[in-house]
């Protein structure tokens, strides 16, 4: 699943980044691997929810890493919990209306929490890569 494209602008060689992408697991939480000749992938050590991938091929040409974050098949299992939360809340609604507004309501707040979570793992895994790679 697709979250977000960026292309940063980067003064180096394939070589270098090549270099960097391989010794990532020494010395960060991010683990990295190379996909094929061009295109590389980085995930957090602990809890990979949200995939990195790179393509170096403009990174020579025109001084460009492209970058694009994109969630696992799970990813929207999450959401799961939130909606059948707030589906049973109205169907309580019928039987019981405190109880109903209270259980979708309950069902709303866990699917921001979520939503907020997700979006705090996707700016902590594009800072880590940017500390990795010093850019600005």
């Known amino acids: 699943m697709y979250i977000q494209s ?3 602008k980067y003064n180096s060689s394939k070589k270098e ?12 939480t991010l683990i ?3 996909i094929n000749d061009t295109t590389f992938c980085l995930k957090k050590k602990p809890f990979g929810l949200f ?7 403009e990174i020579e040409s ?5 970058v694009e974050i994109k969630a696992g098949y799970w990813y929207p299992l999450l959401y799961i919990l939130p909606v059948a939360t707030i589906i049973y809340g ?3 609604f019928s039987k019981d209306e405190e109880k109903g507004w209270l259980v ?8 921001g929490f979520i939503f907020l979570i997700a979006s705090a793992l996707i700016e902590g895994l594009k800072k880590s890569f940017k ?3 010093q850019i600005i």
């Open 104 to 111: 979708v309501l309950g069902g709303l707040f866990l699917f």
């Open 131 to 133: 500390e990795e790679f």
């Open 32 to 34: 990295g691997q190379w």
């Open 17 to 28: 980044v090549s270099d960097k992408i391989t010794r990532l697991g020494d010395h960060s």
């Open 51 to 57: 995939t990195l991938f790179g393509s170096t091929d």
């Open 90 to 92: 109205a169907f309580l």
């Open 6 to 8: 960026r292309v940063y």
């Open 62 to 66: 025109n001084h460009k890493l492209k």
